[in-house]
């Protein structure tokens, strides 16, 4: 997993979080974005995800982890993978030349 410095700063009217130092003399908070590896997750021992913004010192809460199996697709009762379900499409298809 990867840690980056995320800088949270007031703009206006609103607010700012970004990897890039706020202007000179701006006032700011860090926090800490943490990354999984590829393929992998990152959990804090309740919540599993990819990526995921911190206070600094949450930062040791999370590990790396394995991403559970993407769920199976619900298809409804009576209908096989890859059917409409009778349901026309919303416009005509364009015609081949």
Do not use: H
């Amino acid at each position: 997993m990867t840690v980056t410095t995320l800088y949270k700063y007031k703009k206006k009217r609103s607010t700012i979080t970004s990897p890039k130092m706020p202007p000179e003399g701006v006032e700011y908070t860090t926090l800490s974005r943490i990354i999984a590896d590829d393929g992998m997750g990152v959990t804090d021992g309740e919540a599993i995800t990819t990526c995921v913004d911190v206070e600094n010192d949450q930062v040791s809460n999370w590990t790396d982890c394995e991403l559970p199996p993407e769920p199976e697709p619900e298809v409804p009762e009576g209908e096989s993978e890859g059917e409409e379900g009778g349901m026309e499409p919303p416009f005509d298809p364009i015609p081949e030349p």
